[in-house]
């Protein structure tokens, strides 16, 4: 298990190394075993292929905001909202990588799609991380999370050092997933 672990978390680095050159699009899982030095017949078990990165990613990425958030905050959502920005700025120093795996995955609904269980299950850490993994609509919370992150993607790439208008787009959208909740508990 450490192992298959280890072979993750090197096919992550090495993929998101790649992604700071090159297109999602362009990236093959080959080129990405050489940049991690790993012989490419030991990825034949590998579910999902190419597309089973985005995972490693997330996964990495998570470890990475786990070791960097600190849970300071008095609500829910006030340490959802740090959390997320914790997550962006574990992330600065990889901003192309991360622009191109958007990019390229706007153009790639099959992997969107295959590798959806892995983007709620990032989203779940977070909110695990937040200490907001209470009540029975974990999962649809969560769902929301991973959306709430992805619209602010694009504003983060755009955005300065300081996060203004990345703070702003996820203040705005968890503002409002907070008012749909409580008028779904209301009703």
């Known amino acids: 298990m450490a192992k298959a672990a280890n072979t993750e978390h090197k096919l992550a680095d090495a993929a998101l190394k790649l992604l700071a050159k090159k ?31 985005v995972g490693a990613i997330l996964k990495k990425i998570g470890a990475e905001t786990a070791k960097h958030y600190k849970a300071e905050s008095d609500t829910a959502r006030e340490r959802l909202f740090d959390v997320a920005l914790a997550w962006f700025e574990v992330n600065a120093k990889r901003k192309a990588a991360i622009g191109a795996l958007y990019e390229g995955l706007k153009y790639d609904p099959i992997t969107l799609i295959s590798e959806r269980a892995e983007f709620v299950a990032a989203a779940n850490w977070l909110m ?60």
């Open 128 to 187: 695990t991380l937040a200490q907001a993994d209470t009540g029975p609509a974990v999962p649809a919370r969560a769902l929301a999370l991973a959306a709430i992150i992805a619209r602010a993607i694009p504003v983060w790439l755009e955005d300065d050092a300081e996060m203004a208008a990345t703070m702003a787009r996820l203040d705005t959208d968890l503002s409002r997933a907070d008012r749909f909740t409580k008028k779904a508990r209301a009703t």
């Open 23 to 53: 297109s999602w699009r362009d990236l093959t899982l080959a080129d990405v075993a050489k940049a991690a030095k790993i012989p490419l017949a030991q990825l034949q078990d590998l579910r999902g292929g190419k597309s089973a990165l």
